[in-house]
């Protein structure tokens, strides 16, 4: 493990970084030795901070869990970061791409717990249980480290690219349909510009969930009610930029919309 002192750095570079919309330069370049165990020391710290200055944790997003994402990311296991109050925004708003480090966009599902979920040895069949409700939701990545060259060390310590998510459409309960078959069509400004269909997550979106649950559980965490949990995207992340509106059509699910001004 990194010393304690390189590990408060780096998760007190990445506040700033998140306040001057100015990424760093890659971890993994500065910092070789560097391991996963080292990068969720990072965003613990990180979390913590974010904590202390006001912001409540209000769920989890899971990323890296399709083929999808992991060829267009090179990274080939799954991740997770911390989702606050503020990041949870409306279908219909009205997003400030300023905000941002060159957003972009995923498809994803979001479970809505009614009850608390805690590894080890949690199964799909205890998340769905647990699960009140699932609802479509874009997740808007950002970036507070460079892009070029990154690895799952980089992702990790960075709250997995998590910048907001958009909840909208038509929310379900976990036995009201079929989640494997859940489907996307999403829209850039009237195009087509990515389709999936949520089996893409690992074969079944809840087996993300309860991945997560289990991996925490190492950390001594867990996931308690009311948590909102993304449960991974299943298309490519999609860029967007200042005037740029993005749909997402779920059919039977609803929409959710936003725009970037």
């Excluded at 980089?154 to 690219?161: F, G, L, V």
Aim: glycine content about 8%.
């Amino acid at each position: 493990m990194m010393d304690a002192k390189t590990i408060e750095a780096i998760a007190d570079e990445l506040l700033e970084a998140n306040r001057n919309r100015k990424p760093v330069p890659r971890l993994t370049a500065r910092y070789p030795e560097m391991t996963v165990e080292d990068s969720y020391a990072v965003q613990q710290l990180w979390r913590q901070r974010n904590e202390e200055a006001g912001r409540t944790l209000v769920g989890r997003k899971i990323g890296l869990t399709s083929k999808a994402m992991q060829a267009a990311t090179g990274i080939t296991e799954p991740d997770y970061g911390a989702i606050f109050d503020d990041m949870v925004l409306e279908t219909g708003c009205s997003v400030e791409w300023d905000q941002y480090t060159h957003p972009r966009v995923e498809v994803e599902l979001a479970f809505v717990l009614k009850d608390a979920l805690k590894g080890p040895g949690c199964t799909i069949f205890d998340v769905l249980n647990a699960t009140d409700y699932v609802v479509p939701a874009l997740e808007i990545l950002d970036s507070r480290i460079e892009m070029e060259g990154r690895t799952i060390v980089d992702t990790i310590s960075d709250n997995a690219a998590m910048g907001a998510m958009v909840v909208g459409g038509r929310p379900v309960r976990p036995d009201a349909v079929d989640l494997r078959w859940v489907s996307a069509i999403l829209y850039k400004n009237q195009t087509v510009e990515e389709t999936g269909v949520a089996a893409g997550v690992l074969d079944h979106p809840a087996n993300g969930v309860h991945w997560l649950a289990n991996k925490i559980a190492a950390h001594g965490d867990s996931m308690k009610a009311g948590d909102i949990i993304l449960a991974g995207s299943f298309t490519r992340p999609l860029w967007v930029y200042k005037g740029d509106t993005v749909h997402a059509d779920y059919g039977p699910l609803g929409v959710v919309t936003c725009h970037f001004s």
